[in-house]
T-cell receptor
Framework: AQSVAQPEDQVNVAEGNPLTVKCTYSVSGNPYLFWYVQYPNRGLQFLLKYITGDNLVKGSYGFEAEFNKSQTSFHLKKPSALVSDSALYFCAVRDSLTGGGNKLTFGTGTQLKVEL | DTGVSQNPRHKITKRGQNVTFRCDPISEHNRLYWYRQTLGQGPEFLTYFQNEAQLEKSRLLSDRFSAERPKGSFSTLEIQRTEQGDSAMYLC??????????????FGPGTRLTVL
């Protein structure tokens, strides 16, 4: 079975400071990993993905994520946070093995609040 | 707008009534997914289609739920004899499946169902 954990319900950071939103995963095979962002009353927007290759993945709006196989983590990062980054962030995983199907399994989400 | 669209955006119904939601995916996408999201949780997979074939259904999808994707284009999700526990946001997503690759899913804005 595939699963994702986002250990922090909320992350607070000052504008201009670096931010990190944590994610750990569990799969049987190799992971396909994704980050999505959700603004109020809107659907999920894709930020970035890791399928294979470089462990550091760059995505939309200046976000990046680092895949760490030994720690089974895929933390989302941004060097300098903006107030407009305040939103709900979801990590998701899909198992590369056929038995995992094509569904994504999402974490419970982390609310990011960026303050002036 | 060439993204995923969902109708209606909001639906309020009385317990025991039937409801139907529609999803129009991105036109060239051959995979279509339905998820359910409740407050404070990440989206949970319900079912997915590759073209017109429904290939996987979650155990969350009880006998009261049925989904179709005639002609491999738009999809409908019907809930019969609605219960208060069905109140949630129903999200549709689509993706383009290619051999030896895994593309991200693009989500629609969702249909918020309230069962009174």
């Amino acid at each position: 079975a595939q699963s994702v954990a986002q250990p922090e319900d909320q992350v607070n950071v000052a504008e201009g400071n670096p931010l990190t939103v944590k994610c750990t995963y569990s799969v049987s095979g190799n992971p396909y990993l994704f980050w999505y962002v959700q603004y109020p009353n809107r659907g999920l927007q894709f930020l970035l993905k890791y399928i294979t290759g470089d462990n550091l993945v760059k995505g939309s709006y200046g976000f990046e994520a680092e895949f760490n196989k030994s720690q089974t983590s895929f933390h989302l990062k941004k060097p300098s946070a903006l107030v407009s980054d305040s939103a709900l962030y979801f990590c998701a995983v899909r198992d590369s093995l056929t038995g995992g199907g094509n569904k994504l399994t999402f974490g419970t989400g982390t609310q990011l609040k960026v303050e002036l | 707008d060439t993204g995923v669209s969902q109708n209606p955006r909001h639906k309020i119904t009385k317990r025991g009534q039937n409801v139907t939601f529609r999803c129009d995916p991105i036109s060239e996408h051959n995979r279509l997914y339905w998820y359910r999201q409740t407050l404070g949780q990440g989206p949970e997979f319900l079912t997915y289609f590759q073209n017109e074939a429904q290939l996987e259904k979650s155990r969350l999808l009880s006998d009261r739920f049925s989904a179709e994707r005639p002609k491999g284009s738009f999809s409908t999700l019907e809930i019969q004899r609605t219960e208060q526990g069905d109140s949630a946001m129903y999200l549709c997503a689509s993706s383009l499946a290619k051999l030896l690759s895994y593309n991200e899913q693009f989500f629609g804005p969702g249909t918020r169902l309230t069962v009174l």
